[in-house]
């Protein structure tokens, strides 16, 4: 069923947001899979009637879990038990910059100020194991933004990000979370959440109780670029998290600073590293803010498709031999799915539908830039 529209977007029911749930919260589906889905078979509550049937299709010896009606309706109440509302993709209260990102979650769990999350955000994200100075300069630029009017973002982690979250709990500032919402990392930073909960806000897309892994902060660290206009790295060691954060904002299309360090402090090695390949130089908050405050006066109010719509193409089955010769031209190495279109000689609904059986198998890998491969 299609979400009623509001002045900004959609408004789904209590019912809705439930199916919505349940679909996101079931095995093999990720948010580019559920907006597939949901304009695939036009509402969630058909694409989980649809999911044995397309895992079937996909070579699967079995379905996936499907999240119940009943782990859906429990994970709700205990978000309401600590505080937290799921706000879905299109909704007003959805952070206006994430909803761009083609990987954005259909739903996530908001605790604090939902009106924080509609400010222009500026992230900040560093090394855990900090210097003196570099959490120094992290704090120091984080109140500048906020006096400027922006909201600084980051993951809650130790060190830089902590610094910069601690400087600007008066003026806002939104935590993206790892793990659930009821499972803080690290442990010590719970006070600190509660604190900036008063003027800004935590979010996170993973299910309540859910204990953060380390795959999952990558993940997150998508979300903390996407939801903001630049990122700004101080200190980042040449493997760290932080420069993941970097590589994901340049995909999304987000402002890429780093601030230099010296080149003896291994601390410094990722952000020098960023500073050679383009990255803005950063030694005073002017440097990022006469960047991004040309950028917020012409933001546009991002307008969004309803998930919850038809997208104009019914739901196909393709033919046998049409999945056979698709499935013949996939393998380990990554293709455009545009080329496989082009190969498989096979309308772009029906290659369409050939990957959309086989991730929901468990079986696709999709990646950025439109790539697909065979697990």
């Given at each position: 069923?299609?979400?009623?529209?509001?002045?900004?977007?959609?408004?789904?029911?209590?019912?809705?947001?439930?199916?919505?749930?349940?679909?996101?919260?079931?095995?093999?589906?990720?948010?580019?899979?559920?907006?597939?889905?949901?304009n695939?078979?036009?509402?969630?509550?058909?694409?989980?009637?649809?999911?044995?049937?397309?895992?079937?299709?996909?070579?699967?010896?079995?379905?996936?879990?499907?999240?119940?009606?009943?782990?859906?309706?429990?994970?709700?109440?205990?978000?309401?038990r600590?505080?937290?509302?799921?706000?879905?993709?299109?909704?007003?209260?959805?952070?206006?910059?994430?909803?761009?990102?083609?990987?954005?979650?259909?739903?996530?769990?908001?605790?604090?100020?939902?009106?924080?999350?509609?400010?222009?955000?500026?992230?900040?994200?560093?090394s855990?194991?900090?210097?003196?100075?570099?959490?120094?300069?992290?704090?120091?630029?984080?109140?500048?933004?906020?006096?400027?009017?922006?909201?600084?973002?980051?993951?809650?982690?130790?060190?830089?990000?902590?610094?910069?979250?601690?400087?600007?709990?008066?003026?806002?500032?939104?935590?993206?979370?790892?793990?659930?919402?009821?499972?803080?990392?690290?442990?010590?930073?719970?006070?600190?959440?509660?604190?900036?909960?008063?003027?800004?806000?935590?979010?996170?897309?993973?299910?309540?109780?859910?204990?953060?892994?380390?795959?999952?902060?990558?993940?997150?660290?998508?979300?903390?670029?996407?939801?903001?206009?630049?990122?700004?790295?101080?200190?980042?060691?040449?493997?760290?998290g932080?420069?993941?954060?970097?590589?994901?904002?340049?995909?999304?299309?987000?402002e890429?600073?780093?601030?230099?360090?010296?080149?003896?402090?291994?601390?410094?090695?990722?952000?020098?590293g960023?500073?050679?390949?383009?990255?803005?130089?950063?030694?005073?908050?002017?440097?990022?803010?006469?960047?991004?405050?040309?950028?917020?006066?012409?933001?546009?109010?991002?307008?969004?498709?309803?998930?919850?719509?038809?997208?104009?193409?019914?739901?196909?089955?393709?033919?046998?031999?049409?999945?056979r010769?698709?499935?013949?031209?996939?393998?380990?190495?990554?293709?455009?799915?545009?080329?496989?279109i082009?190969?498989?000689?096979?309308?772009?609904?029906?290659?369409?539908?050939?990957?959309?059986?086989?991730?929901?198998?468990?079986?696709?890998?999709?990646?950025?830039?439109?790539?697909?491969?065979?697990?």
């Amino acid at each position: 069923m299609k979400s009623p529209p509001t002045a900004d977007g959609i408004s789904l029911s209590d019912s809705q947001r439930l199916d919505w749930l349940r679909l996101i919260r079931s095995e093999n589906v990720g948010p580019r899979t559920f907006r597939t889905l949901i304009n695939h078979y036009g509402g969630a509550r058909a694409a989980i009637e649809m999911l044995p049937e397309l895992a079937r299709r996909g070579g699967a010896q079995a379905p996936g879990r499907i999240c119940s009606v009943q782990e859906a309706e429990r994970e709700i109440e205990e978000a309401r038990r600590i505080g937290a509302s799921f706000v879905a993709l299109g909704e007003p209260g959805y952070p206006p910059r994430l909803r761009m990102i083609e990987d954005a979650p259909p739903l996530i769990s908001v605790r604090g100020r939902l009106a924080a999350l509609a400010s222009p955000m500026i992230a900040i994200v560093g090394s855990r194991n900090a210097s003196a100075a570099g959490a120094k300069f992290a704090g120091r630029i984080a109140r500048e933004f906020g006096e400027a009017g922006f909201v600084t973002a980051s993951g809650l982690a130790r060190g830089i990000d902590a610094a910069a979250h601690r400087a600007s709990i008066d003026t806002g500032t939104i935590a993206v979370l790892a793990g659930g919402q009821d499972y803080i990392y690290p442990p010590e930073h719970v006070s600190l959440l509660e604190e900036l909960l008063e003027c800004g806000a935590a979010i996170s897309e993973m299910p309540v109780g859910w204990e953060p892994r380390a795959r999952d902060f990558p993940r997150r660290n998508r979300l903390i670029s996407g939801l903001s206009l630049g990122v700004v790295i101080v200190e980042a060691a040449r493997r760290s998290g932080s420069l993941i954060t970097a590589r994901l904002a340049l995909e999304q299309g987000r402002e890429v600073f780093a601030v230099p360090g010296s080149p003896l402090d291994p601390r410094c090695e990722g952000t020098n590293g960023l500073l050679k390949q383009g990255a803005t130089l950063v030694t005073e908050a002017h440097d990022v803010l006469s960047v991004l405050g040309p950028i917020v006066g012409r933001d546009p109010a991002f307008p969004v498709e309803d998930p919850g719509s038809d997208a104009g193409e019914p739901p196909v089955e393709p033919a046998p031999d049409e999945r056979r010769r698709i499935l013949g031209l996939l393998g380990p190495t990554p293709v455009d799915v545009d080329e496989l279109i082009r190969q498989s000689g096979a309308r772009p609904a029906v290659v369409r539908a050939v990957l959309l059986e086989l991730e929901i198998a468990g079986r696709l890998d999709r990646q950025p830039g439109g790539r697909v491969a065979l697990l």
